[in-house]
């Protein structure tokens, strides 16, 4: 038997007789993501279960509970644990104090892991990880959370060589956060694409001639963000708008035999869901600050030494009082939070901020302020500052920033750091200057795809 199964939100199980590797492994059930707020809507099925707990690796991509579980973790503490070579070496420094076994894998490097079995890892530098997986001949490229950025020229390469590729991706309505207004408290609807569109134009961008949705699939189930579940991707929005002349699409929760090439649905059934008061995880919305909170909050956001250009101020509103954290920034530019004072503690104390923003229990509000996420290299957003430079990467004052992006870009070429960072640039800068209707940004915007090709 060589072959993969998806199932769970992450997970692929790459079998060769045994199962020998499973990514991302988060059980759902009792093992809840991001203080409570997250669950699986589907169960993950007895067989595949214990699969998971007989791989001979465990790989895991980056730091996110629906990801690397701190609950789902301990069931694997037998297992021999792959991880990314991140930048900070977070995760690893973190896991090995716990008593993991742990092995960075080497960036961009094809690593045996069975006879038939081999896998090449990539890190980026928002502190996500893709990884490609050869079982029996075939490709699987586990793109997870992540996008291509400065990879893009080197997945597409290695795809060429494979009669057969298969793309796992995460694309949906959202991912997270839906809990946002702007400074009028109007809500910021996300935006409702063509998710199959979205997958085919993935597909046909990174060269692979089959899709599988992945890294999709939660749901919200406290009581004070369950009303978000209504923004979630229902499974039949995957094929909507996809072409099947870019590529085969293949429902989530599949067996591959990488042998015959048989497709089966292992259609596990629904979770139960019972909804969760926030005081089960320790929350009440009545808890107030107290004087040493504010001064942690304060030490936490001012050492970022870039954010405070950035923004004239960040709002907390916790417990009905508002602490208010000053930047250095435009005065009338910022943004408020509103959460419970636990969890809003348990993040900022253990340095995981972006756990609490896809929560949908915690509330945002933008001041002049237009996305947590928009950004690039060189204007990174408030999420990559951080939730991945800072936090993850270590990285808070301009220097280290500096040498944390560097080891980044002597990973990649010159031209393929070049080209990531004017498809970043280049587009939103055509339509600002062209204008987004006109025919001139139409043709300027097709002969600079093609450049990126």
């Known amino acids: 038997m060589i072959g993969v199964k998806t199932i769970g939100?992450?997970?692929?199980?790459?079998?060769?007789?045994?199962?020998?590797?499973?990514?991302d492994p988060w059980f759902g059930e009792e093992d809840k993501a991001f203080f409570g707020s997250w669950g699986l809507p589907y169960q993950i099925p007895a067989a595949e279960r214990d699969d998971i707990k007989k791989a001979k690796y465990i790989w895991f991509s980056h730091?996110?509970?629906?990801?690397?579980?701190?609950?789902?973790?301990?069931?694997?503490?037998?297992?021999?644990?792959?991880?990314?070579?991140?930048?900070?070496?977070?995760?690893?420094?973190?896991?090995?104090?716990?008593?993991?076994?742990?092995?960075?894998?080497?960036?961009?490097?094809?690593?045996?892991?069975?006879?038939?079995?081999?896998?090449?890892?990539?890190?980026?530098?928002?502190?996500?990880?893709?990884?490609?997986?050869?079982?029996?001949?075939?490709?699987?490229?586990?793109?997870?959370?992540?996008?291509?950025?400065?990879?893009?020229?080197?997945i597409r390469g290695i795809a060429r060589e494979y009669n057969y590729s298969y793309l796992l991706q995460l694309v949906g309505y959202t991912a997270g956060m839906v809990n946002l207004f702007d400074q009028n408290g109007n809500r910021i609807e996300p935006r409702f694409g063509r998710v199959g569109r979205e997958l085919a134009r993935y597909a046909r961008e990174l060269g692979a001639k089959s899709v599988i949705p992945f890294s999709s699939f939660h749901r919200f189930e406290r009581e004070d963000s369950a009303w978000a579940n209504s923004y979630l991707?229902?499974?039949?929005?995957?094929?909507?708008?996809?072409?099947?002349?870019?590529?085969?699409?293949?429902?989530?929760?599949?067996?591959?035999?990488?042998?015959?090439?048989?497709?089966?649905?292992?259609?596990?059934?629904?979770?139960?869901?019972?909804?969760?008061?926030?005081?089960?995880?320790?929350?009440?919305?009545?808890?107030?600050?107290?004087?040493d909170d504010k001064q942690v909050i304060n030490d936490y956001f001012q050492q970022k030494e870039v954010l405070r250009g950035m923004l004239g101020f960040i709002e907390f509103d916790v417990g009905g009082k508002l602490h208010a954290v000053d930047l250095a920034g435009p005065r009338d530019r910022g943004i408020t939070f509103a959460a419970p004072r636990n969890s809003l503690m348990i993040a900022i104390n253990n340095k995981v901020f972006d756990d609490l923003e896809g929560t949908n229990f915690m509330k945002t509000t933008l001041h002049n302020f237009e996305s947590l996420y928009s950004g690039s290299v060189y204007s990174p957003s408030f999420n990559a500052l951080i939730g991945k430079w800072a936090?993850?990467?270590?990285?808070?004052?301009?220097?280290?920033?500096?040498?944390?992006?560097?080891?980044y870009r002597h990973r990649v070429t010159?031209?393929?750091?070049?080209?990531?960072?004017?498809?970043?640039?280049?587009?939103?800068?055509?339509?600002?200057?062209?204008?987004?209707?006109?025919?001139?940004?139409?043709?300027?915007?097709?002969?600079?795809?093609?450049?990126?090709?």
């Open 233 to 291: 991707t229902p499974l039949s929005a995957y094929q909507h708008g996809f072409d099947e002349t870019l590529a085969e699409f293949i429902p989530p929760f599949a067996w591959i035999d990488c042998v015959s090439g048989e497709i089966l649905n292992l259609d596990p059934p629904e979770a139960p869901i019972s909804l969760r008061k926030p005081a089960e995880f320790g929350d009440s919305w009545s808890d107030e600050l107290g004087t």
């Open 414 to 453: 010159r031209v393929d750091w070049f080209l990531h960072n004017l498809k970043l640039e280049g587009e939103p800068r055509l339509r600002r200057y062209l204008g987004g209707e006109s025919w001139l940004y139409t043709l300027a915007r097709a002969a600079y795809r093609r450049a990126l090709r």
């Open 63 to 154: 730091g996110h509970q629906d990801h690397l579980n701190p609950c789902s973790i301990e069931r694997l503490r037998h297992l021999s644990i792959l991880i990314p070579d991140h930048v900070g070496g977070r995760i690893k420094n973190d896991l090995q104090a716990q008593g993991y076994d742990v092995r960075i894998l080497p960036d961009g490097r094809w690593i045996q892991l069975s006879n038939r079995i081999k896998i090449f890892c990539i890190a980026d530098y928002n502190q996500d990880a893709i990884l490609l997986v050869d079982v029996g001949g075939r490709l699987f490229i586990n793109m997870n959370d992540a996008s291509p950025r400065a990879h893009l020229r080197v």
């Open 391 to 407: 936090d993850n990467g270590g990285a808070d004052t301009k220097n280290e920033i500096k040498s944390y992006l560097a080891e």
């Open 9 to 23: 939100n992450a997970t692929l199980i790459a079998y060769e007789d045994v199962p020998v590797l499973a990514t």
